[in-house]
């Protein structure tokens, strides 16, 4: 059993297994592509897609850039989205029956196929990215915050009506700080799935950006630097999770710490058991 | 009785619609309550009594079917916010401090932060939670929780409150020392307080009178003084008297459970099998 020792201790408990564990994945895979001679157009060993990486590297950064700030204003406008849909329904019974199943059903349409129409709609720069991201990852936003919402104790709500609380009050002061955390689990979800829409987005019509690169790349069967683009690619989507993470931390320190002690309570049950 | 009345109800009856054209459900009738300035009032009675009703009703979250609820001799023009209310949980906000929970009524009343602070602090020794100002509530015991939530209600600043079982949930150690500590508060401001609890021996310890309630439907069955001198220590549950109080009130909620038995239960009482 670990010792609760240290605070750098305690991360090198955290960061160390996820490591290991790539470093792990990374030697299979490069023994694999060594001693079963696989070529290098199907799978490139990982220190060829190192290599790759440092080299093409002024390419892929200013390839990320774009993409990155597609996905910054995507994400973005998809949280905006996602809240103001879950505000709206959250509003009155009306408005949750009217909109809500069409919220789920606009689930169904395929995003990728209407990449096509935004970019006939709104030409070839960046509108047309920052609203299929959007689209893409609004979802989980709008119905984690909803639940969110929901959330808060009835009892509680009364207890602020008898205090003389409004209406914008009650819904500030407890329905809003309540769906937080659930409004949180929504956007990490969104921030894997924003770098997929981005992918999506600039297949259908780009110049620049890190998905733009991989069809080209693809035409040329480099699959090399294909692995650097994706590598790359996964890097932001890993950031970006880890910012709103961190976000969460300094955002709701309250639930944080209460779900921290909560989660040491059960390792310890486990461990002892084990 | 004491010369100026506080609290009068009158004749108080709600009935709900039976949904979906079910029969009428009737919650309470005729109920009739009166509290003296300053004074203890208990309200004993099983569950499903219609205590819960009369307390939201009092409260000003709903509206009697017919009946009066009087403050000072009239009805206010705004019932809601006049009396100052516990419900049944802690419905302490897990995303504020202690502190901060226990200023929330001073804060909607629209007092300035600093002062707010400085008027909570003051009384955070008195309520035993010295100490703890900067925590999070998930951080405290369960009798602290409901120490922080009595505390909340006390700066709310109402004449009257209404303590809907606040030690339901508490361990029987942890609830006789609330029940003296409440007693102590209680005897240096001298509130009024209209509490409801299914514990008859809490009841008349804390109470200068109790009113026993039964239900289907709701309505008083029986109004006992309770003329115990004060202040009373915890061993004044031995005394005859209190255990002839206690056989005074115990008989018509056993009667109660025994006429509502056909709800829940068909057997025979022990005196028809005898």
New interface residues.
Partial sequence: MFARGSKSRRIAAAVLPPVLFAIFVLAAWQLYVVLGDVKESTLPPPTDIAKSLWENRTMLIENAWVTIKEIALGFLAAIALGVGLAVLIRSSRKVERAIYPWLVVSQMVPIPAIAPLLVIWTGFDMRPKVIVIMLVSFFPIAVNTIDGLRAVEPELMNLLKTLKANSWQRFRKAQLPAALPFMFSGLKVAAALSVIGAVFAEWVGASEGLGYLVLVLNNQTATTEMFAVIFTLALIGILLFLFVTLLERLLLPWYYESRESEGEGLHLEVEEKA | MQAGTKLKIEGLSKTYKGAGGGENVTALRDVGIEIGDGEFVSIVGPSGCGKSTLF?II???IRPSSGSVLLDGREPDEL??S???????D?L????TVLDNTT??LE??GVRKKEAHQKAMAEFERFGLAGFEKH?P??LSGGMKQRAALLRTFL?GRDVMLLDEPFGALDALTRANMQEWLLDVWQEDRKTILFVTHDVEEAIYLSDRVYVMSGRPGRVSLCVDVTLPRPRKAEVSMSPEFLLLKQKLLRPLEEAAAGGGAFYDDRPTLEEQL
């Avoid at chain 2, 009396?83 to 949980?89: C, D, E, H, L």
């Avoid at chain 2, 906000?93 to 504020?96: A, H, Y």
């Fill in positions: 939201n409260a000003g979250l809601l916010g009396v100052g209310y516990m419900p049944q949980r419905c906000m897990p995303w504020r929330l009524g909607l009343n999070w998930a951080k709310a």
